[in-house]
Structure formats: structure tokens, C-alpha cells
């Protein structure tokens, strides 16, 4: 086994890699542990950034076919080319993802590809996808392994990818589908709706609650509203999931309305778009699986001795809420986002405190 590290962080995404940065330039030994090939978790790979292209994108299309002629400048109408845009979306994705690579490199920070659990108290096995183990010590460990895709709450719903997909496969689609239903009004909801309305498609969203956006200002919510259904997306709210159910090529959706049972709205392609929960405790392994199931269920920032358990991100608790594209746990709170844009930054700022004191212990 090699050299014990200071400070040993499972998960790169912003919190990670972020916190795996200040560790090193701190001067302690760290090393980060990442399952997939590429580190910047979610938000790199399938989540702010490649929507944020996709977003861009769309709207540059949208403005080529409204906005032109009013300028004066005629373009006649545009074509979409779905394939160069995803490639422009791969292209930034890979831009950041390289970056924070870069980074490693350049903060002595070590990398290790495959899934990370605790194996006892001070050890970490890594294993790669061939099923291969090498075993990390640590003074220090820091679970930073974010959020998984959430289901529909009282449904046992499959997600293929295909037609009825998460925001992963969202950003995915190889073709414009005629009817796309997005079930919940978020923002990752909004985002991957509105991108696929402009771009061409008939987009219907359902959600729970009586407005769009969940804890936001109702007046931001409204307006906001207001603006896509200008665009042509169609609302149904107050409305709960009751079924999701493929049929032929497509699948359709049940829900009701305070509790009346509507009639099914059918589409090609069903976007499951929930919040996003918690990485899941049974991932983090068996033989320290007490430590590790306290330090969870704490929330927020936990320290615990032999050696020093931490978490920091969208791990530490259930509800997750979004601040500038970027994914932020306030717990059950509804907060406002400078609020919750600070406890994330104090997360990891008090995590790479609490590492350098233990280090220099």
C-alpha cells in the first residue's frame, strides 16, 4: 500500500474537486477518487454545463428563426444541424472536464479512476471497472460524491434512456421528438423543456406544485411562467404523477388534479426531471458502514475521529436546490440563493480546514 494521504476525497465534482484543490495548494498529500473516466461529476459532465451549451444553442436558433428580419438582416430560415449541436455541447464539456485535469496536475492532487467505499477506518478501496481493488489510506476522508437521479415518488418508473428519460438522457437525444412531456417544473425540468421546445418539439410539463420553480420568488415563478408559454410550452400544475406507462413508440402519462383523476396526455418522449437526491449509503460499502451511515445522516458538515469523516455537496442531505446552474443542499429549507451560495462555500472551506488541522496534528 502506498504512502498514507493527508486528506483522501471520494467524488470530483464542484465540491471535490474544488476542495481537492485548496488541500493541495495547502501542501497536503491528497488524493481524489472519481467513478467516472472523466472528473467534474454531474455538473461537468451531464448537468450545468452541457445544458448551459444546449441552452445557448437553442436560443441562437430561435433567434435565427424570430429575430432576425425585425434587425433587418435576412437569413431566411435557419436549419438545424442536431448532430453538429451536440458536438458543440461535447465539445464544452470536454473544454472543463480537461481543466479540472489540468488542475490535478498542477496542485499535486492524485487520481484515481473506479468507485470509492470505506473499507475501515483510515482505508478506502477503489475499484476500476474490471472489477480490479487497490486500497487507499487516509488521514482524512471527504465523501463528496454529490447526487443521483431521483424517481417519481410512489412510482416504480424504469428509466431506459430512450423514451423515458432522466436529464442525462435529456441532453442526449439523437432526434427532435414531436411530443415531449417533462414531469416536474424545476429548473432542470425548465432547462431541458425549453431547449427541446425551441428546437422544435411540443413540450407539456406537469408538475406537483401550484407554481413553477419550486421555492423561488412567486412573482419570479409567474413571469417566468409566462415567458414560456409565450415560446409555446403548455403547464399543467397542481398536478400529480399517477402513472407513466409506454405505449408503441412513445409513453403516456397519468395525473391528477387536487385529486381528480385527469385523462392521459401521451408524447414521444418522457422527460424525468425531480429533484435529484442524495448519492445512496449502500455505495459507500459494508465494513464501515456504521461510520459512514452517521456521518450521512448528520447533513451538512460531519467530523468523525479514526480518522476524520467529512461531507460536503449534494450528499449531505435530501432536498437539493440549484444556485447559477450549479447544484447546492439546504437541507428542507427554502432559502434564498446568495444564502445557500454561501453555506456551500462554507462547506467546503470549513472541510479543508478541518483536514489541515488533523494533517498537522
Given at each position: 500500500?502506498?504512502?498514507?494521504?493527508?486528506?483522501?476525497?471520494?467524488?470530483?465534482?464542484?465540491?471535490?474537486?474544488?476542495?481537492?484543490?485548496?488541500?493541495?495548494?495547502?501542501?497536503?498529500?491528497?488524493?481524489?477518487?472519481?467513478?467516472?473516466?472523466?472528473l467534474g461529476g454531474t455538473c461537468l459532465n451531464v448537468g450545468c454545463i452541457p445544458s448551459k451549451a444546449l441552452l445557448h444553442a437553442s436560443e441562437m436558433f430561435a433567434e435565427a428563426n424570430h429575430g432576425m428580419e425585425d434587425l433587418g438582416i435576412d437569413v431566411g430560415k435557419p436549419k438545424l444541424n442536431l448532430k453538429a449541436m451536440m458536438a458543440h455541447k461535447d465539445k464544452t464539456v470536454k473544454a472543463n472536464v480537461d481543466g479540472v485535469a489540468y488542475l490535478m496536475k498542477k496542485n499535486k492532487v492524485d487520481v484515481f479512476h473506479g468507485t470509492g467505499s470505506i473499507a475501515a477506518q483510515g482505508k478506502v478501496t477503489v475499484t476500476d471497472d474490471k472489477g480490479g481493488k487497490q486500497e487507499v489510506a487516509a488521514k482524512n476522508i471527504i465523501?463528496?460524491?454529490?447526487?443521483?437521479?431521483?424517481?417519481?415518488?410512489?412510482?416504480?418508473?424504469?428509466?431506459?434512456?430512450?423514451?423515458?428519460?432522466?436529464?442525462?438522457?435529456?441532453?442526449?437525444?439523437?432526434?427532435?421528438?414531436?411530443?415531449?412531456?417533462?414531469?416536474?417544473?424545476?429548473?432542470?425540468?425548465?432547462?431541458?423543456?425549453?431547449?427541446?421546445?425551441?428546437?422544435?418539439?411540443?413540450?407539456?410539463?406537469?408538475?406537483?406544485?401550484?407554481?413553477?420553480?419550486?421555492?423561488?420568488?412567486?412573482?419570479?415563478?409567474?413571469?417566468?411562467?409566462?415567458?414560456?408559454?409565450?415560446?409555446?410550452?403548455?403547464?399543467?400544475?397542481?398536478?400529480?404523477?399517477?402513472?407513466?406507462?409506454?405505449?408503441?413508440?412513445?409513453?403516456?402519462?397519468?395525473?391528477?388534479?387536487?385529486?381528480?383523476?385527469?385523462?392521459?396526455?401521451?408524447?414521444?418522449?418522457?422527460?424525468?426531471?425531480?429533484?435529484?437526491?442524495?448519492?445512496?449509503?449502500?455505495?459507500?460499502?459494508?465494513?464501515?458502514?456504521?461510520?459512514?451511515?452517521?456521518?450521512?445522516?448528520?447533513?451538512?458538515?460531519?467530523?468523525?475521529?479514526?480518522?476524520?469523516?467529512?461531507?460536503?455537496?449534494?450528499?449531505?442531505?435530501?432536498?437539493?436546490?440549484?444556485?447559477?446552474?450549479?447544484?447546492?443542499?439546504?437541507?428542507?429549507?427554502?432559502?434564498?440563493?446568495?444564502?445557500?451560495?454561501?453555506?456551500?462555500?462554507?462547506?467546503?472551506?470549513?472541510?479543508?480546514?478541518?483536514?489541515?488541522?488533523?494533517?498537522?496534528?
Open positions: 500500500m502506498a504512502d498514507t494521504y493527508d486528506v483522501v476525497i471520494i467524488g470530483s465534482g464542484p465540491g471535490g474537486y474544488v476542495c481537492a484543490i485548496k488541500c493541495g495548494q495547502l501542501g497536503l498529500k491528497t488524493a481524489i477518487i472519481e467513478k467516472s473516466p472523466t465523501i463528496a460524491t454529490g447526487s443521483d437521479v431521483a424517481g417519481i415518488p410512489g412510482l416504480d418508473v424504469e428509466i431506459d434512456e430512450k423514451v423515458i428519460v432522466s436529464s442525462t438522457g435529456a441532453i442526449a437525444l439523437s432526434s427532435v421528438p414531436k411530443k415531449m412531456i417533462v414531469v416536474g417544473g424545476g429548473v432542470i425540468g425548465l432547462e431541458m423543456g425549453s431547449v427541446w421546445n425551441r428546437l422544435g418539439a411540443e413540450v407539456t410539463v406537469v408538475e406537483y406544485l401550484d407554481t413553477i420553480l419550486g421555492g423561488m420568488d412567486n412573482d419570479v415563478s409567474k413571469q417566468f411562467q409566462k415567458i414560456l408559454v409565450k415560446q409555446g410550452m403548455k403547464f399543467h400544475l397542481s398536478s400529480k404523477v399517477t402513472g407513466v406507462e409506454k405505449k408503441g413508440k412513445g409513453a403516456s402519462v397519468t395525473f391528477a388534479v387536487n385529486r381528480v383523476l385527469r385523462e392521459q396526455i401521451t408524447g414521444i418522449r418522457v422527460v424525468r426531471a425531480f429533484v435529484r437526491e442524495p448519492y445512496e449509503v449502500e455505495r459507500f460499502g459494508d465494513a464501515n458502514r456504521e461510520l459512514t451511515e452517521t456521518a450521512l445522516g448528520v447533513g451538512r458538515l460531519m467530523a468523525l475521529m479514526f480518522p476524520l469523516v467529512m461531507l460536503i455537496s449534494n450528499v449531505t442531505s435530501v432536498a437539493v436546490i440549484w444556485f447559477g446552474g450549479h447544484q447546492i443542499n439546504e437541507g428542507s429549507m427554502q432559502i434564498g440563493s446568495l444564502t445557500a451560495m454561501l453555506s456551500y462555500i462554507m462547506q467546503i472551506l470549513m472541510a479543508v480546514m478541518m483536514a489541515t488541522f488533523m494533517a498537522v496534528m
